[in-house]
């Protein structure tokens, strides 16, 4: 039973997000806001409402590659040392390093 629900569930999910997604992109290409009823949808003053225009693609050539900053080279280990400059030890006075 609860996998029955759970499939219902799903199924509904997936039927809304896809009808969702085709209303969202049914009028992407018009530019007449139109009617069901008749041609097209005039505003308060009498002239027709239209979308707005899309945008130009950017002028110009490629972009230009950025050049990537050289890594810096760390050493495989290194000392490590406490606010005073001391060597760290561990409980067991054994000195600590780290590794990469």
Do not use: C, R, W, Y
Not at 74 to 95: F, I, Q, R, Y
Request: hydrophobic share 35%; glycine share 8%.
């Amino acid at each position: 039973m609860k996998t029955t629900l759970s499939a219902i569930v799903a199924a509904l999910f997936a039927v809304v997000s896809v009808n969702a997604f085709a209303a969202s992109h049914a009028g992407a290409m018009a530019k007449d806001v139109t009617t069901k009823a008749g041609p097209a949808v005039t505003s308060k003053d009498g002239t027709p409402v239209t979308t707005k225009e899309q945008k130009e693609k950017p002028k110009g050539g490629p972009v230009p590659k950025i050049e990537k900053k050289a890594k810096k080279v760390k050493p495989e280990t290194s000392e490590v040392k406490t606010k005073s400059g001391g060597a760290v030890t561990t409980k067991d006075k054994k000195d600590v390093s780290t590794n990469k």
